[in-house]
């Protein structure tokens, strides 16, 4: 372990680390631009010039290993003139139109100018102007800003895996640009935008709407896929105006997806924001009274069996509870919470979550993957994959159709008898599973979504005991697309014959009242003759044979539990009020109890979450992942021969928030290459 | 940079063909993205003097790389062409040395030459005037560029008449043009007289 010496102080690192990251270990704070922890290093900025004895110019920090003996100085004479110097010569080009950028009160540029630059200006000629790049709907570019960093050229190509942007031209004349200013192809591209020291790549729907100084930040959780990604709401008055990535190393570093930062704006439209009670054939306008009475008039003589309720992908795991127990109260125990009919049970813990964790991902030496496509399902497990693969050679092999996962994937067709064949041992990947030390396995919606899913899971479950259990790791690992789905499993919240059964015997029936909750993503034209009491946030799919809607609350707007594909208890935090009357889930269940007079056992948040303990007790467990029991699960039987569908639909239109936002739409449009005029004149 | 002007899809002549694989055996296998320049400039000859949209995303399927990063390398040396260049393209060196001894004067005769500005192709279709950095030639300054030829030790009269003889289609002999022998001394030898002597 080589020592040096940074300002005095003496200290030891591990060899091959570099002189800025030695300073950071003794809290010297280096400024810099183009280094960035997670991206390789350029050392094209030069800002994080160090005086280094014995050599006869300052070295960049970032780029130079440390080595034995080193003695760095931080704070000299010539350190504090390299800087200035630096700062000066980028500053040359830049516009300094700080007043009219977004990035202003948050730009590294702007605050390294007032620490480490000099005060005035020498330079007196015209600066350079750079012409706009058009880069999607999401991405907006102020290219004159543009220090040329790279940032986003290495992140696209390094974290993305698409090989769009790139620098053309040289020295002044250096611009940024994606190929032939066409749209990133990466459900991550708004994370250039974080990336960006300076202005000169903002958010497109943010852009000029807000100041980051007049921003409330409130610390939360995302929901637009299974990973819940950390992230943090900025909200000014009653509206969320933008959303932001959150540290966090285990799931998702510090990205989020496009979907995660910009499904912001479906929050505003579209939205329930009062009670409806059907009229005829119309649903008019109720106060929340009315809407309770109409509830209770219908409930009066329909019998606990004739009740189902379906629970959506965005629930949070307080409303289940208190779903549950207000179907307990009216004698029904059949609530469902797998929409897209998957053949995962409740009960053994380890069927269902990723047992690795996402950041296991990095610790694995193999990966086959069975019906699923990660890039869209998850992107930033994929991205994962993607870091694993780049950094410890991970090798992944796929079953399910070959699509462009942005790594190298050894494709093994698209056929679920496979399954069999690998689990004969014989078979050329169930010598790769044998081979590698840490083997692990994720399964797809896609492959348990199909009539034999349990098949599916049973044989993926032997594989993996075959393989990939052994002690201390257990391989076996199920991407889930819905953020609702590990807490509803961890609840027990499965009915027997599923969603498909609820259907039948809404349409036979059977079922004279049905309860959604947020359930947006199944054909509800089944239950049109059935009673519906919908409870969500927006108009879509689930609203359209209801009888009675109830204007729930968004993820933003209450402190919800949910669980990832992980297994790890997460919280939201109420970032603005829900609109009009809409209100927050579990209260409107709670109110609608004591007007059926269902005792639900709780007046509060708290006291509802201690029910929610007892009913799941890891939901205490807040953001820790708890090693679950392998046993066994599945259900014996042949597979049949064919392929896996795919798990999700359009990565952009996932759930109820996502097809009410405009933002994704554009998105959409534009890969359907409808909005060709849009393409380079919209910049 | 030309997009729409091309649209015939680019393809290597047999022989080129052939000077591209030699190009990329020099590098290990796996590596034949290393070849990415001299491609270029293969492309860049066959193509009668400039690169295309066509000819970067063919280079790019040929060495099995991202379009953007062969945009990068072909944008980001002057050598390569991005717009149609005339027969002859005239590449006048004005960085100092060759300004010290007369830049200006062999620029000002290629205008009046040619009547066009730097940058500039003739009516014709005959020669493209441009400016170039350092040739690395400053030994036999001033120097132009044409095709892969130097011409050295000019004046305003002998690139004129290297003009006037490139534009009837006659031959003419690279190199100095004051009858220097390469870069020897102006004038003959200054040195080992005597050993050149009795040789």
New interface residues.
Partial sequence: MPKLTIDGQEVEVAPGTTVLQACEEVGVEIPRFCYHERLSIAGNCRMCLVDMERSPKPIASCAMPVGEGMVIHTNTERVKKAREGVMEFLLINHPLDCPICDQGGECDLQDQAMAFGRSGNRYHENKRAVEDKYMGPLVETAMTRCIHCQRCVRFTEEVGGV????????GEHTEIT??LDKVIESELSGNVIDLCPVGALTSKPYSFTARSWELKKTESVDVMDAVGSNIRVDARGNAVMRILPRLHEDVNEEWISDTTRFAYDGLKLRRLDTPYVKKGKSLEEAAWGDAFAAIKKKLKDVKGSEIAAVIGDLADMESMVALKDLLGGLGSKRIECRQDGTALEAGVRASYIMNTGIAGIEEADFLLLVGTNPRFEAPLVNARIRKATRKNGLKVANIGSAEDLTYKVDEFGDDATLLKKVLGGRHELSKALKAAAKPMIIVGQGALRRADGAQVLKAAHDIAEKYCVKEGWNGFNVLHTAAARVGGLDLGLTAKGGIEAIKADAEAGKLKVVFLLGADEFDTSALKDTFVVYLGTHGDEGVKNADVILPGAAYTEKSGTYVNTEGRVQRTAKAVFAPGDAREDWTILRALADVLEVKLGYNNLGELRARLVKLAPLAATLDTLVPAEWADFGAEGDVAEGGFGPAIGNFYLTNPVLRASKIMAECVEIREGNAEEATGTHG | MSTASETVAFAWTAENEAEAQRHIAKYPSGKQQSAVMPLLHLAQKQNNGHVTQEIMEFIADYLGMPAIRVMEVATFYTMYNHKPVGKHHVQVCTTTPCWLRGSDGIVSACKKRLGVEMGGTTADGMFTLSEVECAGACVNAPVVAIGDDYYEDLTPESMTALLDALAKGEDVKPGPQNGRQTSAPEGGATTLKDFIAKA
Wanted: glycine share 10%.
């Fill in positions: 090989e769009d942007m790139g620098a053309l031209w040289r994606t190929y």
